[in-house]
């Protein structure tokens, strides 16, 4: 299958705790995005990387939270003392850099803190 | 400042009727791409359309259509002949031409699909 993967699927977690999510983007794609999703809403912009670096962060990512993509390919996205307003979808998109825009999605990880 | 609108919160359809989804944005680009995703129960969002801001040509796909009209800045979305399988929260996006290398996609809060048998 040569679609985005994360990693895990699902992670429930202690409020306080730090957790790491995985994106595996199409293995020829070099842009990469993190999205935020909440029950009921669209997603939300979080950052993007192209190639192995990150060039836009939103004010929506305190600095509890830091994504690296350090080779270019996987990313990774920690959250650092996770509060319950962390809870959400994450969703991690991939696109190739000569196609207008169209982004393909992972599955996302849903994260649930207690 | 960009945003996409999208009023319809919740449809419920009989299966086999048609149903149109409303997208309204605000942007302030002449270059802009608009999009619509599916995402299903199962929570991928799979790409369903691209338009470009210079080109409103209709376009139909099977038993969907797409409907952009510039001057009211809409893109609507129609299903004929609903099915079951189509019952899912269908989004529309827009992406600014002029992000730099940045696409990030801006969404509307979604509209949720119910297709009943």
């Known amino acids: 299958d040569t679609g985005v993967s994360q990693n895990p699927r699902h992670k429930i977690t202690k409020r306080g705790q730090n957790v790491t999510f995985r994106c595996d983007p199409i293995?020829?794609?070099?842009?990469l995005y993190w999205y935020r999703q909440t029950l009921g809403q669209g997603p939300e912009f979080l950052t993007y990387?192209?190639?192995?670096?990150?060039?836009?962060k939103s004010r929506l990512l305190s600095d509890r939270f830091s994504a690296e993509r350090p080779k270019g390919s996987f990313s990774t996205l920690e959250i650092q003392r996770t509060e319950q307003g962390d809870s959400a979808m994450y969703l991690c998109?991939?696109?190739?850099?000569?196609?207008?825009?169209?982004?393909?999605f992972g599955p996302g990880t849903r994260l649930t803190v207690l | 400042a960009q945003k996409v609108t999208q009023a319809q919160t919740e449809i419920s359809v009989v299966e086999k009727e048609d149903v149109t989804l409303d997208c309204v944005y605000e942007?302030?680009?002449?270059?802009?791409?608009l999009f619509w995703y599916k995402q299903p129960p199962s929570g991928e969002l799979v790409f369903l359309i691209r338009r470009n801001s210079f080109d409103e040509q209709n376009e139909i796909s099977g038993r969907y259509s797409w409907n952009f009209q510039k001057s009211t800045s809409s893109f609507n979305f129609t299903i004929t002949a609903s099915q079951v399988v189509d019952s899912a929260v269908y989004f529309c996006?827009?992406?600014?031409?002029?992000?730099?290398?940045?696409?990030?996609?801006?969404w509307g809060l979604g509209t949720s699909l119910a297709v009943n048998p």
């Open positions: 990387f192209q190639n192995e670096a990150q060039l836009e």
């Open positions: 998109a991939s696109s190739p850099q000569e196609t207008l825009n169209e982004q393909f």
């Open positions: 942007t302030r680009d002449t270059t802009y791409y």
């Open positions: 293995s020829e794609h070099n842009r």
């Open positions: 996006a827009l992406s600014e031409a002029q992000a730099g290398n940045n696409r990030k996609l801006i």
